[in-house]
């Protein structure tokens, strides 16, 4: 008897459980989030790592002088138009957040400026030699010497 | 407790088929309630499968040999231990276990992903709740139902294989099955990448981390069985190539592939139909490694017959994978177009597509030598079976030049390395190399696959080290930080690479402690008390045995740890004539299963070498048992085992890098938090990190 009345619970709950969403109308949501990356954000962020690795390579010696600015050249463009695609994005399907306009201008400029990290993604203040986020070095204009001291500092793309 | 879990195993069906349909519904017509209810036939499928299997180690923990399960694999003086282990003791049991553990990801899944990854979620839950409903469909209707009943009452069970009573029996398989399951995860999000079209690098950063945790489980399961194999059976040996060793083996190499070409795809944009072709692979193997092991294929091809309907099921469910896997990425071609191309051999990407390459070599070799007894008598009618030799031959070399690799790929840049930069990189590690090479050649080494794994072990640990100390040199310079804090700082800041770097030491020690293998000493003596056997070490020293005699135990009324009968023999140990301890091994037996007498054997370890000893032989079992003092002649084999703890030091090492790679990172994933990075820190750990 216990048996039984255990089973049909069982039974009743799991059904319950299951219908309750359309019977009541609940329902989880089928759409990017808007404070989730998209297509051309993501490939943004996957620029800035390729260009962390880049940094690294170079600092450690595994790139040479002519390759490292080759890259770092193309990288840096490569971010740009990822930029300019998120921007063209969120200004198609989200006007209403004029501060996201902002933040990629801030962005932009920092790419350009050299004060957004390469390895966070982080925008710190102008003239900024460390990230405030998390504590790489930035390529800013005259800031310090190389990572490994014997290369000389290459030039801002 | 026994009828609720068989009815909630009857339950989970329906549920999972519900779920299944409903989301790919959801995902094809965009009804948010319908994908609310199939997340939540995902949770309750967990929940009435964690029912079942407590169902089943109740039976279990009450003896209920009613059941066939419990009756094949249990006896009433099994341990606590073993009756609670029973559930994946057994082909039924381990089914219902994959199931589980199966479902306790998906959940975890779909719980971290209710609020991010929407676009997603429809088909990663359709096709979660398919694989659910598959292993449903096999539990309740392939002869395979751990529930299913005897029709009488046996008066006890008929025992759990004596080699199975070990306590890594509770360790080794539920780390292989975490293992398994957990790579359902990218498989689901890499299907459901195709099916919506969002097919950047989005769904490799959501699944990398349940990626490397496949792996991370996989990689020590295997170093778990081998540790087990050298413990318990009794050879000296870790590995024998068995079917069920190498099923294990080739998702991890497909895993192990796959982590290394995603990091092409989210540098370069390249790969993209590889990678995808990848997880399907590795998902393909985890359910192969099942079927192999679990469908009665593997023990003998006659048993096929039996377990037809099984065999089928399985045959078709794969059947499935692969067609739908080639179908939908055939129709996403136009959007899986590479981004870039190889730009020079001399490359990072290069160095990596020829790992790739190289584990697929292994990969295929390995299924090959365990497919072929099945293919030889299908085919020829013949039975073809190929041991050690074949997969040794075949192996080494690969595994030598993959060894190799591990040592050029983090030295070599991405997209372009100039030959001036490789020379200034490898010139240290190259010299090291053959200095090692040079020095063990001096000593007397000979063997020519052992010297080049010694060789090629010593300028990859040089790479890493070199690695290492520019990294850190690099912070204490520019972070003017002290030497311990930059190291630590450094891995941290990017665990990827550095627990990466750390995984590759440990393969580099292991396969230093492979190599010592071919330094083996084995001899085999009769000895009566008293009587002394000298073991010369491969290491120049050697050791003294004195048998001092044997101890005897048999089972009285009341059985300790279910021993029916043991003989045990006491040895007194001396290095170059200084006293080195005692050790005991011994031969027992079960109860339920005497008729499969074990042996315990006996270990000295260091650094650099085990003692091993066998009790290979008692001549006259029952005079020893007797206590009859004519009766004490006994065989031993004892083994000295050079750089075989290296296996389990370098095994530790790859779980340390691979828990490194896997720690929470707090770089945050949503697209903005960057600016407002501390405050997400610590961030989601598993889908939706990355």
């Known amino acids: 008897m216990t048996v039984i009345a255990g089973a049909v619970l069982l039974v009743a709950a799991v059904v319950f459980f299951l219908l309750h969403p359309i019977l009541s109308g609940r329902h989880a949501s089928l759409h990017r989030e808007r404070d989730e990356p998209t297509e051309a954000e993501s490939r943004r962020r996957v620029t800035l790592l390729a260009l962390r690795d880049v940094e690294y390579d170079y600092a450690t010696g595994k790139l040479g002088e002519e390759d490292y600015q080759a890259l770092k050249r193309e990288l840096a463009a490569e971010a740009l138009v990822a930029l300019t695609d998120a921007e063209g994005e969120s200004s198609a399907s989200r006007q209403d957040v004029p501060w996201l306009e902002r933040e990629i201008v801030r962005l932009r400029g920092g790419l350009a400026a050299g004060t957004t990290c390469a390895a966070c993604g982080s925008a710190n203040e102008p003239g900024s030699r460390f990230c405030a986020y998390c504590g790489i070095p930035l390529d800013t204009p005259g800031s310090g010497s190389a990572p490994d001291g014997s290369a000389p500092r290459p030039e801002p793309a | 407790m026994n009828v609720l879990g068989e009815l909630a195993l009857w339950t989970a069906l329906p549920v999972a088929l519900w779920g299944a349909v409903l989301a790919f519904v959801a995902g094809a017509r965009q009804r948010g309630d319908l994908q609310l209810s199939a997340e939540r036939s995902i949770y309750a499928v967990f929940f009435l499968t964690v029912l079942a299997s407590l169902g089943i180690i109740d039976a279990f923990l009450n003896d209920r040999f009613e059941y066939l399960y419990v009756a094949s694999y249990s006896n009433r003086s099994l341990d606590t231990f073993y009756k609670v282990a029973g559930l994946w003791s057994g082909q039924r049991g381990s089914l219902l276990f994959w199931l589980l553990f199966l479902m306790l990801f998906s959940s975890i899944a779909v719980w971290s992903n209710r609020r991010q990854n929407r676009e997603f979620m429809p088909y990663v839950v359709g096709v979660l709740a398919s694989i659910a409903s598959f292993f449903l469909i096999i539990l309740l209707f392939a002869d395979v139902n751990p529930y299913a009943k005897l029709g009488f009452t046996p008066a006890d069970g008929q025992g759990l294989n004596p080699q199975l009573q070990n306590y890594w029996m509770t360790i080794h398989p539920p780390t292989l099955y975490l293992g398994f399951t957990a790579f359902t995860i990218p498989f689901a999000f890499a299907i459901a990448a195709l099916l919506s079209g969002r097919l950047d690098s989005r769904w490799i950063a959501l699944t990398r981390r349940w990626t490397l945790l496949s792996w991370f489980f996989l990689a020590n399961g295997i170093v778990f069985g081998m540790r087990w194999a050298y413990e318990e059976l009794g050879w000296g040996g870790w590995w024998f190539w068995d079917p069920v060793e190498n099923a294990s083996l080739l998702p991890w190499l497909s895993a192990t592939a796959l982590l290394h070409s995603i990091q092409i795809q989210e540098n370069r944009g390249m790969l993209k139909v590889w990678n995808m072709s990848l997880v399907i692979l590795t998902f393909l193997l985890t359910i192969f490694a099942t079927f192999l092991t679990r469908s009665g294929l593997i023990e003998s091809v006659h048993s096929f017959a039996q377990e037809l309907r099984i065999a089928y099921i399985f045959l078709g469910f794969m059947s499935a994978i692969i067609g739908v896997g080639v179908v939908l990425i055939l129709w996403r071609l136009p959007k899986l177009r590479s981004e870039n191309q190889i730009e020079s051999f001399l490359s990072r990407e290069a160095a990596f597509l020829f790992n790739n390459l190289m584990l697929l070599a292994v990969l295929f070799a390995v299924w090959w030598g365990t497919m072929l007894p099945l293919f030889s008598e299908g085919f020829g009618g013949e039975k073809i079976t190929v041991g050690p030799p074949f997969f040794n031959a075949v192996n080494i070399p690969f595994g030598l030049v993959l060894l190799a690799l591990t040592g050029i790929g983090p030295v070599i840049a991405w997209r372009r390395a100039s030959k001036q930069n490789l020379k200034k990189n490898f010139t240290l590690p190259v010299a090291v190399g053959v200095a090692v090479l040079a020095a063990l050649w001096l000593a007397g080494a000979r063997h020519g696959a052992a010297l080049a794994t010694f060789g090629i072990a010593a300028f990859v640990m040089t790479v890493i080290v070199v690695e290492f100390f520019k990294g850190t040199r690099a912070r204490v310079r520019i972070e003017q930080e002290r030497w311990p804090f930059a190291f630590l700082h450094l891995v941290a800041r990017n665990r990827r690479r550095w ?65 029916r009968w043991q003989v045990e023999a006491l040895l007194r140990v001396e290095k170059e004539g200084r006293p080195a301890g005692t050790l005991t091994t011994a031969r027992r037996a079960l109860i339920a299963q005497e008729d499969m007498p074990t042996t315990e054997v006996a270990m000295r370890s260091s650094f650099l070498e085990d003692l091993y000893v066998i009790l290979s032989d008692v001549p006259d079992l029952r005079g020893a048992l007797a206590n009859d003092p004519n009766a004490q002649t006994v065989t031993f084999t004892f083994m000295v085992n050079p750089l075989v703890g290296w296996i389990w030091y370098g095994g530790m090492i790859i779980a340390l890098g691979g828990l490194i790679g896997l720690w929470p990172d707090g770089v945050a994933t949503r697209a903005r938090t960057p600016v407002r990075a501390p405050a997400r820190a610590g961030g989601p750990v598993l889908a939706g990190a990355d």
């Open chain 2, 499 to 563: 627990g990466g770097y750390i995984v590759h030491a440990g393969v580099v020690i292991m396969f230093a402690g492979f190599a010592g293998n071919a330094f083996k000493a084995e001899i085999r003596q009769t000895l009566d008390p008293g009587e002394t056997a000298e073991m010369p070490s491969p290491l120049g020293h050697s050791y003294t045995l004195t048998y001092e005699g044997l101890s005897t135990t048999l089972a009285g009324a009341a059985p300790v740890r279910n021993v």
